[in-house]
């Protein structure tokens, strides 16, 4: 081998090292890329998950529990527990009660307007009365609420 050949082999070495670093610091630059991208994604995931997220519940009850306590304290809970009875009774499956034993929206109407029920003389709500011996009190549950907020009570009270 003269020296010509020499500077020449070395020349080609020194190329491929070099371009061996440029494909490696390559491979290194994406790398560092995707990882971020991928814990940026990780992180909207976790915000998303944190608050304002309605979840699926197993029982169907997708509404806004703190909505639902709060209407149930300012309009309810003085005659209502959740959990047992008072004044009248435990909150606890009456909206599943009154499906099972009269209609399927039968809540809504009885919470939003119990004197037409009676005038109807839904036996459901009569039997209600009568058992709480509430048929001669002319007080009925009349609120004025929304269906969606009618929701979020039973949902808490569930
Ligand atoms: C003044 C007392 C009083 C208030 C306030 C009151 N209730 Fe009642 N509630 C009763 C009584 C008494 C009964 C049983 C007699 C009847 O059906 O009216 C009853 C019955 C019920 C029933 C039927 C329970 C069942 O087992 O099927 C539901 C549901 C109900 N109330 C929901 C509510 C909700 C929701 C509120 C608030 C928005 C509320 N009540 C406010 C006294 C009250």
């Not at 290194?28 to 979840?55: D, H, M, P, R, S």
């Not at 997708?62 to 009774?89: I, W, Y």
């Amino acid at each position: 081998m003269n020296e010509n050949e020499t500077h020449k082999l070395i020349g080609k070495l020194s190329g491929a090292v070099v371009f061996l670093g440029v494909v490696v610091i390559g491979l290194v630059i994406t790398i560092l890329v995707l990882f971020a991208f991928q814990t940026q994604e990780e992180e909207k995931e976790e915000e998303l998950l944190g608050c304002g997220v309605v979840y699926p519940d197993p029982h169907g009850r997708t509404h806004d529990f703190v909505n639902g306590e709060r209407l149930f304290n300012q309009n309810c809970a003085s005659c209502h527990f959740v959990n047992k009875d008072m004044t009248g009774p435990a909150i606890k499956g009456a909206r599943e009660r009154g499906w099972e034993n009269s209609y399927e929206n039968w809540i809504y109407d009885f919470i939003r307007k119990e004197d037409s029920l009676v005038q109807i003389e839904d036996a459901y709500t009569l039997k209600l009365r009568e058992d709480w011996n509430w048929s001669d009190n002319s007080w009925s549950h009349n609120f004025p609420l929304t269906h969606s907020e009618i929701d979020d009570l039973m949902d808490y009270a569930y």
